[in-house]
């Protein structure tokens, strides 16, 4: 089943710059790893001031989604952008709801 992952990073201003190539290269290699469907790279406009660039990215199934971030490749970059903000990377992987949500009635 596909998964949607969702990637957050926050930092300072003065780090966009040296950033956004990292998140591009991560960007475009993953694309090409198997089990990947499509994604897009959004950047927090709202609350203002904040600067965070947040990933969704759609896998075939969640052991593609691990096998990249798993990966040497993906590691070596991501380190890099971990050193540069000095925040911890968040990732959360989410699934298809496909019978909706079904509340529980209490008894």
Not at 84 to 103: A, D, H, K, M, W
Request: charge should be negative; hydrophobic fraction near 40%; aromatic fraction near 8%.
């Amino acid at each position: 089943m596909p998964v949607d992952v969702i990637i957050r990073r926050k930092f300072k201003r003065e780090q966009a710059e040296a950033l956004a190539p990292l998140i591009v290269k991560l960007r475009s290699l993953a694309t090409v790893q198997p089990g990947y469907i499509s994604g897009e790279t959004l950047k927090c406009i709202d609350p203002p001031g904040e600067f965070e660039f947040m990933v969704i990215s759609i896998w075939r199934s969640v052991e593609d989604w691990r096998n990249w971030l798993k990966s040497e490749e993906r590691s070596a970059i991501q380190e890099k952008i971990d050193d540069l903000t000095g925040e911890q990377t968040e990732y959360r992987i989410y699934e298809s709801l496909v019978g909706g949500i079904i509340p529980q009635m209490a008894h």
